[in-house]
């Protein structure tokens, strides 16, 4: 049977996972590749640690130019994560020959432009279908089954870590700060969690998606984003009481010819297939003018379901579907269309609102007045019962022993923009404490 | 742009949907293809009958001569249903040189081994991502993303048409015949609705699906199935009542090394994915060692939904993708693995039972003594205090007047072999009237 040799630079979770699945089950990858692929070489920083995974002799390696340098080596599956490295290493692979795959959202939210540019100067592809949604089949389905399709909307759960943190805030009532150490006891939160919990990760999935489905051709830090790190379990039990789940959720969606773009912990109407993601999963719904609805859900991280996605990008590189693809979609290219994302101001949609203000008379006639003025009108109003003292959580303000309740507002449909403004103006009020909580809802 | 002329053999409701997306939405497939797809020819049997897609001068022929002897059109989407003059037709298109895409299951269900081998020996390929599930991408998911992974199980609802009817039976209790009735209304069913409503559909569906997952290789009727066609309304709500709704569930599991295979309406716990899948529409849930649960969902038929998929493939093959996919999966060859089918009579599970039974002493006793007979155990019994009589249904029966309950039995886990012996017995006691339901139970 004929072979492919391929190599990994990398060999943490990922490539350690990948590794098994060329090593231990060769067999399918042959029989749905039409050939071997062979594990040549795998590049690591210190060749003498041990492996989770064996690997044969001689095939790990410190060596970059071990792979850059033998010609055999076709493919090299690049699974080191930041940007560098990382973005000098993809590119001397590329300048040597190979066809690379990755996992690596950032390297490709960040850096995509050069690399597939540089990758379409030199005729060779970048396949990355692991860089999101992980195991889920996400980026082929978007770049080859619904190209028919107008895409209208994605709508996604993107990142594992925050949605396993806010299951356990709502089936456990949790805090966000145990949520977070249970996360990390079980491996889906990072030491350093930041990127998962203030929606970056997210915003860097959801650029490659809408640039693959719509054109757009923006880089991820201009996509507005809030995260999860300023909930509290008691947003997540109101949410719940109105009937909405709260989900870490992606949003492109074309309006006429813009799209409206972003990254929001936003309420989720229970019932809906977004509404029942948990744990760890990942969802990702996707509108187009033909298909209609389609819907995929998964695994979203992990060692084996991002291998799976890694070793099909591999088949697919060795057998040469990964190059037509490549070739035909002209990513990241200034073939792509461009769209407009609209005024992030201009949004529109129907808000929840929670803030802790002072019970004393002619607090809600402020905050009533300053949604009037911002032309927001209410929807519902929750009052809630139980009662904290400021000087829990606001020992800066000179209120001592007065009593602090949370109110919480569910407005019509307004405007991002009016809605940000009466916000500012929330938090000058003296009568309320600590940072007004806004979230999107999303029928 | 390099055009790719391609041609239609039909001109139904998937045909025209293709039609549309090809003459009015030529930019995508331009962007996606790297080329312009061109409609040449549209073979339909009457060229002098007004169409719902208005079509250029001297593209609609009769004359499948006019595709077969035109050496410029590369690519035919053979869109007729049926086996005759479909089988033909497809042989006339490889022979002449056409790579084919087709949405039609069963076609490839009926003469899959036949059509891909003869393709293979012509170097041509056929491409069928519209026949399974509609618009939802799951041929190439299976084909192409999960690759690396053994394929554990696949629990598929493969036919909107029947999940409408039960959908209509449980959110307003319609009796069957109103929901196939409305079914047909809503152009959801055809006039003759048989091979939706027993399964059949399901079925094809089911084998190709299982045939890519797993290697099955065998003829689709020799899957095990039941319809929903006994079903009554009092099925749905009991299944309700226990925490589950009905479903008609296509069915492939690995057991060890054997493949657990069967269409039958189940009861599907509330609150899974599968058993939220509503109206039409159609999910396939895949589970494999690499990369766990991965859930597919959206509309299993309708014209444009099916035409998405029809254009995909269209593109797919334009641009090479198809021939590779086809060449080195090597589908229905000598070279596919096999895998062989779990007796279906050894196959485990729970069950739920539904009778209608003489309300006199005696008679829980003479059931429960064939449920013990057959080793078959109890979980948990309902006997609705409704009540009817036996002359209602059943005026074959000596027993006028006499009451008659409906009871439903829960069973712990059993075999099917052991269960059928213990229906076939019900149906021979005198105390029990019409035949007994019985579904598998899937939690």
Known sequence: MEKTKVALVGMGTVGSGVAKLLLDYGDRTARHAGRTLWLEKVLVRNPERVRAVELPDGVLTSSLEEITENSE???????????????????QLLESGKDVVTANKALLAEHGPELFDR??????????????????????PLSQCLTANRIES????LNGTSNFILDQMDTRGSSYDSAVQRAQELGYAEADPTMDVDGSDAAQKLAILAHIGMGLKIHWSEI???GIDSLDPSDLQYARRLGYRVKLLATAQMVEDDLELHVAPTLVKMGTPL?????????????????????FHGMGAGQMPTASAVVADLIDT??????????????????????????????????YLRMRVLDEPGVMAKLTDVLGRQGVSIASIIQH????????????????????VPIVIMTHETK??????AVEEFDQLECVFGGCIRMPVRE
């Open 119 to 140: 990758a379409r100067e030199l005729g060779r592809s970048i396949a990355f279908e692991a860089a999101v949604g992980g195991g889920i089949p996400i980026i082929t």
């Open 154 to 157: 994605i709508h996604a759960i």
């Open 224 to 226: 507005p984003c809030r």
């Open 73 to 91: 080596i076709k493919v090299v599956a690049q699974l080191i994560g930041g940007l560098e490295p990382a973005r000098t290493i993809m590119l």
């Open 385 to 404: 019962e139980e009662e904290t003292t400021a000087t829990d959580t606001s020992p800066a303000k000179d209120t001592n022993s007065q009593a602090i």
């Open 275 to 295: 509404s029942e993601v948990h744990g760890a999963y990942n969802a990702i719904r996707v509108v187009g003018d033909a298909v209609g609805k389609v819907f």
């Open 416 to 421: 991002e923009g009016a809605l940000r403004k």
């Open 318 to 351: 060795a057998v040469g579907r990964a190059a037509i693809t490549f070739r035909t979609l002209k990513l990241w290219s200034e073939n792509t269309p461009r769209v407009t994302p609209r005024q992030y101001d201009q949004v529109p949609g129907r808000y």
